[in-house]
């Protein structure tokens, strides 16, 4: 059973920046695309950034170009989110996604992913 841990959220000032991470265990087969994901109260889940493993391909939404990056670490199979310059508007519940194992990214949206995270709460305060 794929599982996914979340680490390394918490509260910033603006400017500031913070480095998520997400555990994956459980897979019996790899590559497979796995993604960031946000909620902020009120809020739909929305896609930040997607990875392909096999490849390293990676896609970023508008709101995470230029400050956010998605990496990952296969030894350890972890997935890393390192987030710069945060902004108050980033301040949401983040997620770890992955698809079915060997499936390939997609549109960057939740109905596209199979398996979730539980979530790591960021706050950035102005």
């Known amino acids: 059973q794929v599982q996914l841990v979340e680490s390394g959220g918490g509260s910033v000032q603006a400017g500031g920046s913070l480095r998520l991470s997400c555990a994956a265990s459980g897979y019996t087969y790899k590559p497979y695309c796995m993604g960031w994901f946000r909620q902020a109260p009120g809020k739909e889940r929305e896609g930040i950034a997607q990875?392909?493993?096999?490849?390293?391909?990676?896609y970023y939404a508008d709101s995470a170009k230029g400050r956010f990056t998605i990496s990952q670490d296969n030894a350890k199979n972890t997935l890393n989110l390192q987030m710069n310059s945060l902004k108050p508007e980033d301040t949401a519940m983040y997620y770890c996604?992955?698809?079915?194992?060997?499936?390939?990214?997609?549109?960057?949206?939740?109905?596209?992913?199979?398996?979730w995270g539980q979530g790591t709460q960021v706050t950035v305060s102005s």
């Open positions: 990875t392909y493993t096999g490849d390293s391909s990676t």
């Open positions: 996604a992955t698809r079915a194992p060997g499936a390939l990214c997609y549109t960057l949206a939740p109905y596209n992913y199979d398996y």
